[in-house]
């Protein structure tokens, strides 16, 4: 199935849900990052593009959503960017993309929108978390995946960058990332406490230690199976929230779908989320008003 193809599929299926009556208040911004350098596999950078051909916009103007595009971000390959370690790929380039993506995704929130960002290999969730905790410090961040994205530079095994995004963002893991090439500019922006994972099945062992350690909240598959997405999402927002109101920051990597269902991604797992679970998950987001940014 090409990617376009595939992304007009789900997409449709996910802004398909609403009642056609049902308005929004919602102001949208939306941010393209083309952009690859996080893994080995070309390909992911046409994301934008084709969730764009699919209709996003138009389904969201549809459902009430004014729609602001900033457009695609134009993204610089650093000449010479040498592995950190001769291990971790690429870290100029990718510590620079999402600086960028910083840049973008803090303006957007801060004119007043609901920025959804569209990737894009995962790296560039450090630059979609830390732009959206500039202008929301007290965010708390729901990571639907099945990887945790949670190895260092020091125990990545593929020194691929989209396999630790989550590691940079966590202020107690500070004193456990190198002083990369690129990442300077980066500083902490959520506590361990701040962050629940939904979706897990492919977590390596460097992963589980730092989850276990850190007492960081997460659902596997195996959880999800044997509670309930509803009774998850309960316990999520308790988590997270409980009483009081906070932003949340989504963010939804395709592969926690089951690929069965959504096949366009270069990181499979068999056992994923069902359409349905998957669906639930972003409703009850919507319904607790809670989201004020998203990325995927």
């Not at 996080?38 to 996003?56: D, F, N, S, T, W």
């Not at 729609?67 to 690429?90: A, E, K, M, R």
């Not at 989550?166 to 959520?190: A, H, M, N, Y």
């Amino acid at each position: 199935m090409s990617l376009q193809r595939g992304v007009r599929q789900l997409l449709g299926r996910q802004l398909g849900w609403f009642p056609k009556q049902r308005r929004s208040v919602h102001s949208v911004g939306i941010i393209g990052a083309p952009f690859s350098y996080g893994q080995k596999r070309r390909g992911v950078e046409g994301g934008p593009r084709a969730i764009r051909e699919a209709g996003l916009a138009e389904r969201l103007s549809g459902l009430g959503c004014k729609v602001y595009d900033y457009g695609d971000l134009s993204f610089t390959t650093v000449p010479n960017d040498t592995p950190y370690n001769n291990i971790v790929h690429h870290p100029r380039t990718v510590g620079l993309a999402n600086q960028s993506l910083t840049e973008a995704v803090s303006r957007a929130v801060g004119d007043g929108h609901l920025s959804i960002m569209l990737g894009g290999d995962h790296s560039l969730g450090i630059g979609s978390v830390h732009g959206h905790a500039q202008q929301r410090p007290d965010l708390c961040v729901i990571w639907v995946d099945a990887h945790c994205d949670l190895n260092t530079p020091l125990t990545s095994m593929s020194g691929n960058l989209h396999g630790q995004p989550v590691s940079f963002l966590i202020r107690e893991l500070q004193d456990k990332i190198p002083s990369l090439p690129g990442f300077s500019w980066v500083t902490p922006c959520i506590s361990a406490k701040d962050l629940v994972y939904i979706g897990l099945r492919d977590v390596d062992p460097a992963e589980y230690y730092i989850l276990k350690n850190f007492g960081i909240r997460y659902f596997s598959m195996k959880e999800v199976d044997q509670l309930g997405i509803q009774k998850v999402m309960e316990r999520t927002f308790d988590h997270l929230i409980g009483r009081q109101k906070r932003p949340v920051h989504l963010s939804f990597d395709v592969d926690a779908i089951d690929p069965s269902l959504a096949p366009a991604t270069g990181t499979p797992v068999i056992g994923g989320l069902t359409y349905r679970e998957g669906m639930y998950i972003a409703e009850e987001v919507h319904n607790r008003n809670a989201v004020c940014n998203g990325s995927g």
